[in-house]
């Protein structure tokens, strides 16, 4: 039992479900002292102590049903009750077709699994394979090119050598025999494959899942494939949650321990100042304000579609963001992107400014007249572009206008720093007004950045 | 691995969960009879967690009514912290206890000689000040000194902050509290702990570690049929029938706020106070106000009450 619920606690880390081994040792207690008599209860249980969330749950059940489908909880008792009966059962029913004495003679001198395959004793056959897969140790199946290698390890260990030798001797023999071994032989290789593929399905999931999104995360965002972008946008809202657990925090702290005596003495003061009553000094942060200038022109139409999603993001874990997209002109975007969903949003920004040649002198000139007064010394400029301007007046000066008004100003630019400042990128003379520079390619290096300039404000 | 019992006795404890719990009036599912089940059986608190009103709290009542254990709750908030949560030393009067004796201080001291003297028969005295007699228990504290032990309701987890959680480790997972002048408090008898949660944030990893996690979703039709038999004895079963058919019915509408098993108690309430056989269409209309609670979910509804009252009268006919 004990062996089982441990391959079932590998499954389940699998299938995504964090199983720490406090946690399994609960199970264990739980197991222990419900049973296994009830599949439900024990389902339920393994859910209860395991499971941490709705998602684990729905995960860890389907787990649960795949796991539990070819192994019997009581399995160990019940097979050694059942496989004599089978074995003799079985073998009557061969015994009486086959009705001649001498193949079974020369039956004996084939080796064990041959023995098996023509006997059909599925009962024999499917413990063999399990014997098998856990000499080869299938558990620690992990990525999907594993499959080959692992079903071969698995017919040697069952002794598939033997049975080539004995079917080469049986094709001169006995050709009809060799026949029927043939055909039991293929039908092995089958029931291997499936439960190497059932195997990867258990165990392998959560790797491959980690590996694709390892890939992605330092993939360029500006190379993404279109059949990925679906995926990226779930990356990428994973990176925003995980931002918001980070940072959504309350940012009011009561600094304990810290006695107010002003206002103690002040409070107290009908009491002749013997303090019945005591203030405690708190402590004021800097709330986040953050002024996001997005480029949605044509040159980084695939990226900006990420930096928006990002944008909209950050409007759930500040307060105080206020967003602008340009390409041509600029316009100010932070009700759209507070309002509605990412995607309609996305398609009313895009639809609005997107997809023009970029302009960035003049994009500027349009913050300048309108917005300035959004940056205050508390604010964080974050501007999200490639700075290619087609050869207009960057209008730098405003740049350095706003940096000298800013608490910060953060550029980041989705081109690699080789590229900065050839062909029409306005690059290093905005650079010079910046505090952080940073190329942004990639959905990890987007994460970093943003993480980078909430955190400045903790 | 402790002794156990045998399972087929633990089948029939979650059995008697199960029946314990209908006694008071909580129409309890398998799952959550096994959870409340497990939860003795290896000691553990149970985290609850769901939508509004599919009775959280409720679960926590019965249990504490069916094992006739005191029942302490602490309600969660934005801001609790430890003085309101677990304790806090009775600073006014330790206070008013130093003015009172500070006439006596001359005659204990009055035998001494040297400050160092004074000094040293000072500390004979030892922390008069910070001893049990000084200390204000709050719900935590309540729960560990109950002698008989009771069913700590810890509610709406997820509204206190997060560092309110690290404090709760002690007390789940060793069931006792440290206070720094008077050491570590043990339970008497450890206490059956509930918590519940709206998931309005992510709860930390240490502290689902130590809780079994138990789900509340809305109910399947017949368990809600027999939760409100239980709860509003008076409704006729036909009317019982198309009530639940038609909140199954009104789940599936893309709403603000789903109905749950607490306002169809209500509803079932307000129909039986309004002495209705059968499910209308007018009354329906009239009373929708009880089942939504946002201008806006009544008005998706609206349109769609003709076909539900419909589909659940004929789900009568079958059913």
Same mark, same amino acid.
């Given at each position: 039992m004990q062996e089982n619920l441990h391959r079932f606690f590998r499954a389940a880390r699998g299938a995504g479900v964090h199983v720490s081994p406090a946690e399994s040792i609960d199970a264990m207690r739980a197991v222990a002292s419900i049973g296994l008599s009830d599949r439900t209860v024990l389902r339920d249980s393994l859910l209860l102590t395991l499971a941490k969330s709705e998602d684990e749950k729905k995960a860890l059940g389907a787990c649960f049903d795949l796991f539990f489908a070819h192994v019997d909880p009581a399995q160990p008792e019940a097979k050694d009750d059942e496989a004599p009966q089978d074995a003799a059962s079985s073998e009557a029913q061969t015994a009486q077709p086959s009705d001649q004495p001498v193949q079974d003679e020369a039956n004996a001198e084939l080796g064990p699994l041959a023995q098996?395959?023509?006997?059909?004793?599925?009962?024999?056959?499917?413990?063999?394979?399990?014997?098998?897969?856990?000499?080869?140790?299938?558990?620690?199946?992990?990525?999907?090119?594993?499959?080959?290698?692992?079903?071969?390890?698995?017919?040697?260990?069952?002794?598939i050598q033997r049975l080539r030798d004995d079917l080469d001797a049986l094709n001169d023999r006995n050709p009809a025999q060799a026949e029927r071994l043939q055909a039991a032989l293929d039908g092995l290789r089958d029931t291997v494959r499936d439960a190497v593929a059932q195997a990867l399905a258990l165990y392998g999931r959560e790797e491959t899942e980690n590996l694709r999104h390892e890939i992605l995360r330092n993939a360029q965002l500006s190379r993404i494939e279109p059949r990925q972008v679906a995926e990226m946008r779930a990356l990428i809202r994973q990176i925003a949650r995980r931002l918001?657990?980070?940072?959504?925090?309350?940012?009011?702290?009561?600094?304990?321990?810290?006695? $107010?005596? %002003?206002?103690?003495?002040?409070?107290?003061? =009908?009491?002749?100042?013997?303090?019945?009553?005591?203030?405690? /000094? *708190?402590?004021?942060?800097?709330?986040?304000?953050?002024?996001?200038?997005?480029?949605?022109?044509?040159?980084?139409?695939?990226?900006?579609?990420?930096?928006?999603?990002?944008i909209h993001s950050l409007h759930d874990v500040v307060s105080d963001v206020r967003s602008f997209a340009f390409s041509g002109h600029l316009i100010e975007v932070s009700e759209i992107l507070e309002q509605k969903s990412a995607e309609e949003a996305m398609a009313e920004i895009m639809h609005k400014v997107g997809f023009g040649s970029s302009d960035y002198g003049s994009s500027l000139v349009d913050?300048?007249?309108?917005?300035?007064?959004?940056?205050?010394?508390?604010?964080?400029?974050?501007?999200?572009? $490639?700075? %290619?301007?087609?050869?207009?007046?960057?209008? =730098?000066?405003?740049?350095?206008?706003?940096?000298?008004?800013? /608490? *910060?100003?953060?550029?980041?630019?989705?081109?690699?720093?080789?590229t900065w400042g050839w062909g029409d990128s306005e690059m290093p003379r905005y650079q010079t007004f910046c505090n952080v520079v940073r190329p942004c390619a990639t959905a990890q290096q987007l994460e970093r950045a943003v993480s980078d300039i909430v955190s400045a404000y903790q | 691995m402790a002794a156990s019992p045998a399972p087929s006795s633990a089948i029939a404890a979650i059995a008697a969960v199960e029946a314990g719990l209908a006694a008071q009036g909580y129409i309890a599912s398998r799952q959550i009879a096994t959870a409340v089940y497990l939860s003795q059986a290896i000691d553990k608190p149970i985290l609850v967690e769901g939508p509004a009103g599919v009775g959280k709290t409720e679960l926590a009542k019965a249990i504490a009514a069916w094992r006739g254990l005191k029942m302490i709750r602490l309600q969660c908030y934005e801001g609790l912290d430890e003085a309101k949560a677990l304790y806090e030393w009775k600073y006014a009067k330790q206070l008013l206890y130093t003015q009172i004796l500070k006439d006596k201080l001359g005659e204990v001291l009055g035998g001494a000689q040297t400050l160092h003297a004074a000094l040293s028969q000072l500390h004979d005295f030892g922390d008069v000040f910070f001893s049990k007699e000084f200390v204000e228990p709050r719900p935590l504290l309540q729960a560990l000194l109950e002698p008989e032990g009771c069913v700590l309701l810890i509610d709406e987890i997820d509204k206190s902050d997060a560092e309110f959680e690290s404090l709760l480790l002690e007390i789940l997972s060793d069931f006792q509290v440290t206070i720094p002048e008077l050491g570590s408090i043990a339970a008497a008898s450890p206490p059956t702990v509930i918590l519940t949660s709206n998931s309005e944030r992510n709860l930390g990893d240490a502290l689902k570690r130590r809780c079994l996690h138990l789900h509340i979703g809305f109910p399947e039709q017949r368990l809600e049929e027999r939760i409100v038999e239980s709860r509003v004895p008076g409704i006729s079963q036909t009317l019982r029938r198309q009530l639940v058919a038609?909140?199954?019915?009104?789940?599936?509408?893309?709403?603000?706020?789903?109905?749950?098993?607490?306002?169809?108690?209500?509803?079932?309430?307000?129909?039986?106070?309004?002495?209705?056989?059968?499910?209308?269409?007018?009354?329906?209309?009239?009373?929708?106000?009880?089942?939504?609670?946002?201008?806006?979910?009544?008005?998706?509804?609206?349109?769609?009450?003709?076909?539900?009252?419909?589909?659940?009268?004929?789900?009568?006919?079958?059913?």
């Open positions: 098996m395959l023509l006997a059909q004793n599925t009962a024999d056959i499917s413990a063999a394979i399990a014997n098998a897969s856990s000499a080869v140790g299938l558990s620690e199946i992990r990525y999907f090119t594993q499959r080959g290698l692992f079903s071969s390890r698995m017919l040697e260990t069952m002794g918001r657990e980070r940072y959504s925090k309350p940012r009011k702290r009561q600094r304990r321990g810290h006695l $107010d005596v %002003r206002r103690t003495l002040r409070r107290n003061a =009908a009491w002749g100042s013997v303090p019945f009553l005591t203030a405690w /000094k *708190r402590r004021h942060r800097d709330r986040p304000k953050i002024v996001a200038l997005c480029d949605v022109s044509g040159s980084v139409a695939r990226v900006s579609d990420f930096f928006l999603l990002l913050f300048e007249k309108q917005f300035m007064a959004a940056v205050t010394p508390q604010t964080t400029v974050i501007v999200l572009g $490639d700075a %290619r301007s087609n050869k207009l007046d960057p209008r =730098a000066d405003i740049l350095k206008a706003i940096a000298e008004r800013a /608490k *910060r100003v953060v550029w980041l630019n989705p081109e690699g720093r080789m | 038609f909140i199954h019915d009104i789940r599936s509408l893309d709403l603000k706020k789903q109905p749950s098993v607490s306002e169809t108690i209500d509803w079932a309430r307000v129909l039986v106070l309004l002495q209705a056989a059968e499910l209308g269409h007018d009354l329906v209309k009239d009373t929708l106000n009880v089942l939504l609670k946002y201008e806006s979910d009544i008005e998706v509804a609206l349109p769609q009450v003709t076909t539900f009252v419909a589909k659940a009268q004929r789900q009568n006919i079958f059913g």
